[in-house]
């Protein structure tokens, strides 16, 4: 299966499900909807459908780590940061790091590879899933990131998601 909406019901909480508790939450967002994207590479060769010129935005790209005494990591920076695992792991303080597998990336975030996002804390904050984010997006006007899905963004003012991580109870980390 890959990280489309087409397969967002075999999930533990679907796309339309989680936009459905935005809703609900009265949490507001704009949806773009957009070929399955699973690389930086691949988002910016479509953001121009949807990136608003002037906007002071964050596009971000979205890591799923693990430490060795096996704690799961969701980092979350923008896009055209340089990443460095050992330098990141000795900069959050952490140690050695390493991408989770698949498998544990759907068990403790309820996503597929190619759909990893902040919103995926949704699910995260429940496994105890430790979260960090880029400290631009205190600065970001906008964040763009996939509702679950990869061939869905949303565009969400840093205020509402900031409120979407105080409904879920998510502890922000900035680095």
Do not use: C
Request: aromatic letters at 8%.
């Amino acid at each position: 299966m890959d990280a489309s909406s087409a397969f967002q019901d075999s999930l533990p909480v679907s796309s339309d499900a989680l936009l459905a508790q935005l809703d609900d939450w009265g949490i507001p967002y704009v949806l773009h909807t957009h070929v399955p994207l699973r690389t930086v590479e691949d988002s910016k060769a479509v953001e121009d459908q949807f990136l608003v010129p002037g906007e002071n935005a964050l596009r971000t790209k979205n890591l799923y780590l693990r430490d060795k005494k096996k704690r799961n990591y969701l980092v979350t920076l923008q896009q055209d940061r340089e990443i460095d695992l050992k330098a990141l792991g000795a900069e959050l303080g952490i140690g050695n790091l390493s991408f989770g597998s698949a498998d544990r990336l759907l068990e403790n975030l309820g996503i597929r590879p190619g759909a990893v996002s902040p919103l995926a804390m949704f699910h995260g904050v429940e496994k105890s899933v430790i979260f960090f984010m880029d400290a631009a997006a205190q600065e970001a006007d906008v964040i763009y990131m996939h509702p679950l899905v990869n061939d869905r963004t949303v565009a969400m003012k840093r205020a509402d998601v900031m409120a979407f991580f105080e409904k879920t109870g998510v502890e922000v980390n900035w680095v």
